[in-house]
């Protein structure tokens, strides 16, 4: 039997991360969470499902180490936040790291580090730790996780990263202050594990300029294959939406505001569709940042009886199985959508990029308002069926969901197994050095 240490902090890579975890441990291995962010991940209805299987520990970060520890780690992670160094608290923050300088920072991460790999291997004489994709801009130091990922290897464990989405756009600036067609060292990070893992061949250019090839692996979606969503049917609560008798059934999925969006068209976009009788539209916010859209919080979008915004209880995988139809803003949350058969618009005008959906399947894109205008007309006098060229949809599930086969999850935990394997064979060499 072999044990992993997953780290999750966030819905996204709780989501795409899930269904490795549980082939994992269906496989005979075993495996401890650590859930390094907001106490409510335990009520994520994945996570509920994970402490039910057999082999899987799951524990929030502070109930592991001792409270002056956790409160000095999350002193830390706040210091190095780049978003927060980047706001108006970003000179009290840059001076504050400058006092607490890398030396003091150090020993806290080596000593959590050292807590947390003796808690999960005491007993094991291999395995590997597991993080989501990480990098310079995300929320949790990459101070720490290249600490811990070095503190790994000199113990012979591996050291992975996982997919926590996957690439919904097919063109490259896409992010507000983005000017320049160059590889973004945001990437760079993927250098510190032995593997790292993408869905498709357009994610693995994010990182090629900064990896070797025998470092870089793609597998597939462990979130959009056949088997994960089979099971998804079984765990996921009972919808909270209830049917619209015969109106036409939209679902509006935002992004972040990191991203360059023409909010004053989405907007437009959102009033038109809601001035067409038989219509029922429900606005998605981002899982991470959605507070932050100022569309969401305009009343005269809400004064309208058929729009909507989902409430937090309201899981992407119910949206999808309630709409007939789905407009995107490029993100690969409607990649199920497509699995399933169901039209999405790629709205493209909406924003500075170019969407994967659009790229493949060129009959989704949206140009212009009229364009708009002519899908929805379409959809309410002759239904949603015929939408996709269907050469295009299954070259798409092809080239950007499956991968070689169906048979994606197995092949993530022979990736797991085998970088064990690599590095036990190192263990012993290591040890007389």
């Known amino acids: 039997m072999k044990k992993a240490l997953f780290f999750l902090r966030h819905y996204n890579d709780i989501d795409h991360i899930t ?31 994970l402490n039910t299987l057999n082999g899987v520990r799951i524990a929030r970060l502070f ?30 923050m840059n001076a504050l790291s400058s006092i607490y300088d890398i030396n003091k920072r150090l020993r806290i991460w080596n000593t959590v580090s050292k807590r947390l790999l003796k808690r ?18 995300s929320p949790i130091s990459l101070e720490w996780v290249e600490t811990i990922a070095a503190m790994a290897h000199t113990k012979g464990l591996g050291a992975v990263s996982l997919p926590h ?15 320049q067609l160059a590889p973004d060292d945001m990437y760079c990070a993927g250098r510190i594990f032995d593997k790292l893992v993408v869905p498709n061949t357009l994610c693995a250019t994010r990182f090629q300029p900064f990896m070797n090839e025998t470092s870089l692996a793609i597998l597939g979606s462990p979130r959009y294959c056949d088997e994960w969503l089979l099971r998804l049917k079984t765990i996921i609560p009972s919808s909270p939406l209830k049917d619209s008798d015969n109106r036409l059934k939209i679902v509006f999925f935002l992004r972040k505001n990191d991203f360059t969006i023409f909010w004053e068209e989405v907007g437009e976009v959102i009033h038109m569709i809601a001035s067409f ?6 606005i998605k ?19 309208h009886q058929n729009v909507h915004v989902a409430e937090d209880n309201t899981h992407s995988t119910h949206l999808m199985n309630w709409g007939d139809v ?36 060129p009959e989704t894109e949206l140009r212009c308002r009229d364009d708009v205008y002519n899908k929805i007309d379409t959809f309410l006098k002759k239904g949603c069926n015929s939408f996709y060229v269907e050469a295009h949809r299954q070259r798409f599930i092809k080239e950007i969901i499956d991968g070689p086969d169906t048979d994606t999850l197995s092949r993530y935990v022979a990736l797991l197994e085998e970088v064990i394997a690599a590095r036990s064979e190192s263990r012993p060499r290591q040890e007389n050095q």
């Open 19 to 49: 269904p490795v975890i549980v082939k994992w441990v269906e496989s005979g291995n075993s495996c401890d969470i650590v859930l390094l962010k907001k106490t409510k991940l335990t009520d994520d209805f994945r996570i509920q499902f």
């Open 63 to 92: 109930e592991i180490l001792p409270l002056h520890e956790f409160l000095r780690w999350q002193l830390q992670t706040i210091l190095l936040n780049q978003r927060l160094r980047r706001s108006f608290f970003g000179t009290w």
């Open 120 to 137: 999960s291997f005491s007993d094991q004489t291999s395995g590997v730790i597991v993080f989501d994709w990480i990098t310079r801009n």
């Open 165 to 179: 989405g996957d690439s919904p756009h097919a063109s490259q600036l896409i992010r507000h202050g983005e000017w």
């Open 277 to 282: 009788p038989g219509t029922e539209l429900i």
């Open 285 to 303: 916010p981002h899982t991470r940042g959605g507070w932050r859209q100022s569309l969401t919080r305009d009343r005269s979008l809400l004064n």
């Open 326 to 361: 789905m407009i995107d803003l490029a993100t690969s949350v409607v990649f199920e959508a497509v699995k399933a058969g169901k039209p999405v618009l790629a709205a493209d005008y909406l924003h500075a990029g170019k969407s994967t959906i659009a790229t493949y399947m």
